[in-house]
């Protein structure tokens, strides 16, 4: 049997049953019964999920992804990249004009009032938003009002997050677009200064190679500097990145040395990763060092257990 071959419907469906029981189970027992993004019944993030209620979540994903690809066939499941690009692009306009902050977090608005804010049609708007509901992001009621969803009130909720996603809408979604360009410019993929993301951020400049890459940017750009520190920050909270799993999960002290791999981004959430287990009442060894930054990014520092956490 190859080892990366597609499971069957069958195989993805004993999956999905399986996983959703188990997460369905710990949104009961945390009071989620009814979770569906509405506001007033769903959880702010999935961070409250035990060890096995995430490694469940992720089959549950994986699953659920691999029988909507084989529900739609070869030809339609290459169709919906560009359906994605199209509701990515929906909700990175909406992002980006600020139609979140603009709605209360406990009420509605006219599509008029919301135009009237964000200088855009009506109608445009009302296209825009319907789309974009159908990804969960915003909703219009029954009696034609603008509401939020639990996605979407994130923007009022978490500063970090809303940060971490208008960086993501600068930066990484228009790298996204930029890979072929950075492909045929560096074949060999060595150069910063051609990949994505620095194309993205200079795209008209395709001849001159010695454009800033992205991490320069960043240090002349203190907006976009804070949003990608409060990206690190978002990430470190969100249940894939979870910390209270990582510290405990482990015997640390079976580890004569530990060695940070994000030692280059120290505010990260791998690097925090690291000096969270340092920290952890049951195997500290010492106080963990600290860490000097350079021009707000990041330089080489050890971290944790002095002389047991080490940059490479």
Known sequence: MHHNRMPTFRESLKRLARSADVVAAELDQAGYSNYNFSPENSPFDLSFLSCEGLAARGDLITAAETILRLAKGPQESLSVFAEKGIENGTLQALIQLEVPQQVPLHG???????????????????????LAAL??????????????TAMSAVFLRDQAVADMTRFMCDVDARAATYFHDSIRLDPKGTTVSQGPA????????????????????????????????????????????SLKHIAGAVDWSRFRT???????????????????????????????????????????????????????
């Open 198 to 241: 620095a194309l993205a951020l200079h795209p008209r400049d395709y001849e001159n190679e010695s454009r800033r890459t992205i991490w320069e940017v960043l240090e002349s750009d203190p907006v976009q500097n804070a949003r990608f520190h409060s990206s690190m920050t978002a990430l470190l909270a969100s249940p894939s990145h």
């Open 135 to 148: 990804a969960g992001f915003l909703v219009e009621d029954e009696n034609g009002l603008v509401r939020h």
């Open 108 to 130: 509605s608005m006219t599509y008029a009032e919301l135009a009237a804010r964000v200088q855009v049609s009506p109608e445009l708007l009302q296209r825009f938003i319907r």
């Open 258 to 312: 530990v060695v940070d791999v994000c030692w280059w981004v120290p505010r990260s959430s791998i690097s925090r990763n690291c000096r969270e287990s340092a920290q952890h009442p049951s195997h500290r060894a010492g106080p963990p060092r600290g860490c000097p930054e350079r021009k707000g990014l990041a330089a080489p520092c050890a971290m944790g257990w002095p002389d047991h956490i080490r940059a490479p």
